[in-house]
């Protein structure tokens, strides 16, 4: 057969593509799913009212007022009282937790959250107080026993040796904004209940810690997530620093293009994978208000007076009122009931 006379095999792809009716291409866009309203009946009624009351006259999202209250209560108890998951088992759960609240900019994450977080300020802010009195205090004490040791060592070095030197007072802390990964163990030594860590923008907290240099914070941080374990760091110059139980919580806000980049990295195998992201059990990124009214009124003060009183009585748990029991160990417990237990 001349060349002339050569059939060309049917190529079927290109066929079907000239056979197909091709639309005007459309540009393509991302988009996010519906969140479904957050449900309020999971918080204590009026807890949840307070948080309503925040949302309302700052025209956010619920979402932002609520984690803020629900991790504000899970500082407040801390290590103090934890949760037994195994009836048998000796694993011990303490209340506190990790969250972030996800938007973009000036979508009004900070002052709800900065509201709902009022009342612990304030018991820090009194517990600071306390602590210099009792500092003042202290030392005049320590001034008078080290006057009489250095009499009685003189003369009756055994009687000096007797003397009890007066207990050093420890500051209570229930927030901390922005810390060195040293003083932070320094403050769980002093608070072995725990306390809160607020950094407003969370960007600042993930590339701090991403630094080589910051390795043995990124690794308190993680530590400090269990709520059950000790940190002792020994340093020329410091000397021995140690904290029998440390305890965080974490609260933050973040936007979600950079949120992007950090959950990527520790998805994918990157340097971020070593659970720190998983750590934030409570994390929301709610619909953005599309309507803003200004709402100017007076706050809802039996809500916010219940929320304060309730913050204050979990911070000063008495486990016998709670039903708690305390393990060999000293950690006070409560254990789930049979149907609990069977989930």
Same mark, same amino acid.
């Given at each position: 057969?001349?060349?002339?006379?050569?059939?060309?095999?049917?190529?079927?792809? !290109?066929?079907?593509?000239?056979?197909?009716?091709?639309?005007?291409?459309?540009?393509?866009?991302?988009?996010?799913?519906?969140?479904?309203?957050?449900?309020?009946?999971?918080?204590?009624?009026?807890?949840?009212?307070?948080?309503?009351?925040?949302?309302?006259?700052?025209?956010?999202?619920?979402?932002?007022?609520? $984690?803020?209250?629900?991790?504000?209560?899970?500082?407040?108890?801390?290590?103090?009282?934890?949760?037994?998951?195994?009836?048998?088992?000796?694993?011990?759960?303490?209340?506190?937790?990790?969250?972030?609240?996800?938007?973009?900019? !000036?979508?009004?994450?900070?002052?709800?959250?900065?509201?709902?977080?009022?009342?612990?300020?304030?018991?820090?802010?009194?517990?600071?107080?306390?602590?210099?009195?009792?500092?003042?205090?202290?030392?005049?004490?320590?001034?008078?026993?080290?006057?009489?040791?250095?009499?009685?060592?003189?003369?009756?070095?055994?009687?000096?040796?007797?003397?009890?030197?007066?207990?050093?007072?420890?500051?209570?802390?229930?927030?901390?904004?922005? !810390?060195?990964?040293?003083?932070? &163990?320094?403050?769980?030594?002093?608070?072995?209940?725990?306390?809160? &860590?607020?950094?407003?923008?969370? &960007?600042?907290?993930?590339?701090?810690?991403?630094?080589?240099?910051?390795?043995?914070?990124?690794?308190?941080?993680?530590?400090?997530?269990?709520? !059950?374990?000790?940190?002792?760091?020994?340093?020329?110059?410091?000397?021995?620093?140690?904290?029998?139980?440390?305890?965080?919580?974490?609260?933050?806000?973040?936007?979600?293009?950079?949120?992007?980049?950090? $959950?990527?990295?520790?998805?994918?195998?990157?340097?971020?994978?070593?659970?720190?992201?998983?750590?934030?059990?409570?994390?929301?990124?709610?619909?953005?208000?599309?309507?803003?009214?200004?709402?100017?009124?007076?706050?809802?003060?039996?809500?916010?007076?219940?929320?304060?009183?309730?913050?204050?009585?979990?911070?000063?748990?008495?486990?016998?009122?709670?039903?708690?029991? &305390?393990?060999?160990?000293?950690?006070?417990?409560?254990?789930?009931?049979?149907?609990?237990?069977?989930?």
């Amino acid at each position: 057969m001349s060349k002339s006379m050569q059939v060309k095999p049917l190529d079927l792809n !290109s066929a079907l593509v000239d056979a197909i009716d091709w639309h005007d291409p459309i540009q393509l866009g991302e988009s996010l799913p519906v969140v479904p309203t957050f449900d309020m009946r999971i918080l204590p009624k009026m807890v949840g009212r307070y948080a309503s009351d925040i949302a309302e006259r700052m025209g956010c999202p619920v979402d932002f007022p609520v $984690v803020a209250t629900v991790i504000a209560m899970a500082t407040a108890i801390g290590s103090s009282a934890t949760i037994k998951p195994y009836d048998k088992g000796t694993w011990y759960v303490p209340a506190n937790l990790w969250g972030m609240c996800v938007s973009p900019p !000036s979508a009004i994450k900070s002052p709800p959250i900065l509201e709902a977080l009022r009342a612990l300020k304030t018991m820090d802010r009194l517990a600071a107080d306390k602590y210099a009195k009792d500092a003042r205090d202290y030392d005049i004490l320590y001034a008078n026993y080290d006057s009489n040791v250095k009499k009685l060592v003189k003369t009756d070095p055994q009687a000096a040796l007797a003397l009890a030197a007066p207990e050093e007072p420890k500051m209570n802390r229930y927030i901390v904004n922005d !810390s060195t990964y040293e003083m932070l &163990i320094a403050i769980a030594a002093a608070n072995p209940q725990g306390f809160l &860590i607020w950094r407003d923008e969370l &960007i600042g907290w993930f590339h701090s810690l991403s630094k080589e240099n910051q390795k043995e914070a990124r690794g308190l941080y993680l530590t400090g997530w269990s709520g !059950s374990d000790g940190y002792a760091t020994d340093r020329i110059g410091r000397g021995h620093v140690r904290a029998d139980k440390v305890c965080f919580s974490l609260l933050g806000t973040i936007q979600p293009n950079v949120l992007r980049t950090i $959950v990527q990295d520790a998805v994918s195998g990157g340097a971020g994978d070593d659970g720190l992201m998983a750590r934030f059990q409570l994390a929301v990124y709610p619909n953005p208000v599309t309507e803003w009214h200004k709402v100017d009124r007076h706050m809802d003060i039996e809500a916010a007076t219940h929320y304060e009183d309730l913050l204050a009585r979990l911070a000063s748990l008495d486990p016998k009122t709670i039903g708690a029991q &305390i393990a060999l160990d000293g950690t006070v417990y409560l254990e789930f009931d049979d149907e609990a237990m069977m989930l």
